[in-house]
């Protein structure tokens, strides 16, 4: 199974600022998926992001609130740009297993904008 | 519908067995899955199925799917304390970038001794 750190764990942030996300895993991986649960929900899949290529991201997400990056086969950033309240959320991020499919989940990163 | 649909809560007694009912809605689904969250912690695989079986088996836990009705449901026998959680159910839907996994809201289980 693959491994996957975020940082920071969580933050609390102030209206109107930004908060860069950083996700690292312990192998290579072609695609991560960036998820958001919002308190109380389920996942949401913000966006997709293939090593070399622009993010896709899925229906209600845009590349000017929540830029990603992918500078490499075993990281990856997600920024929250702008954060209001609804913003408030643990962001993941997730990497699939080969074959199967399923996702190994990083711990996740719990954000409260105030 | 586009969504992955499942019964928000079941309350069980300790000992009783706990179905979780889903209905998902991507045929292509080439596997299907089962996430345990406990309170406070992260996203846990329970199990999978491959989507050309009907049923799968792992100690406590089975899987039955139903491709015609895109109907998937977990059993847990025996059911302890200990699987309180919120249990969600997952379909993998492919589009240009990959293939992710599309989740329902989740079913709260409540297992009272």
């Known amino acids: 199974s693959a491994v996957i750190s975020q940082k920071p764990s969580r933050d609390i942030c102030q209206r109107g600022t930004s908060l860069t996300i950083q996700c690292q895993v312990d192998?290579?991986?072609?695609?991560m998926f960036w998820y958001r649960q919002q308190p109380g929900q389920s996942l949401t899949l913000i966006a997709t992001?293939?090593?070399?290529?622009?993010?896709?991201?899925e229906s209600g997400f845009v590349i000017d609130k929540f830029p990603i990056s992918r500078p490499n086969l075993t990281f990856s950033t997600l920024t929250v740009s702008n954060m209001s309240p609804e913003d408030s959320s643990i962001y993941l991020c997730?990497?699939?297993?080969?074959?199967?499919?399923?996702?190994?989940f990083g711990e996740g990163s719990r954000l409260t904008v105030l | 519908g586009e969504d992955v649909e499942q019964s928000l809560f079941l309350s069980v007694r300790e000992g009783d067995s706990s179905v979780i009912n889903c209905t998902y809605t991507?045929?292509?689904?080439?596997?299907l899955y089962w996430y345990k969250q406990e309170p406070g912690a992260g996203l846990q695989l329970l199990t999978y199925?491959?989507?050309?079986?009907d049923m799968k088996q792992d100690q406590r836990l089975t899987v039955l799917l139903n491709k015609k009705d895109k109907h998937l449901s977990l059993r847990i026998a025996d059911t302890q304390t200990g699987d309180s959680a919120i249990y969600f159910c997952?379909?993998?839907?492919?589009?240009?970038?990959?293939?992710?996994?599309?989740f329902g809201k989740g079913t709260t289980l409540s297992v009272s001794s």
């Open positions: 997730s990497v699939p297993r080969a074959g199967t499919g399923e996702l190994f």
């Open positions: 192998s290579q991986v072609t695609m």
């Open positions: 992001a293939n090593q070399g290529s622009e993010a896709t991201y």
């Open positions: 991507d045929s292509s689904s080439t596997y």
């Open positions: 199925i491959f989507s050309n079986m």
């Open positions: 997952a379909e993998s839907r492919s589009n240009q970038a990959g293939t992710a996994l599309i």
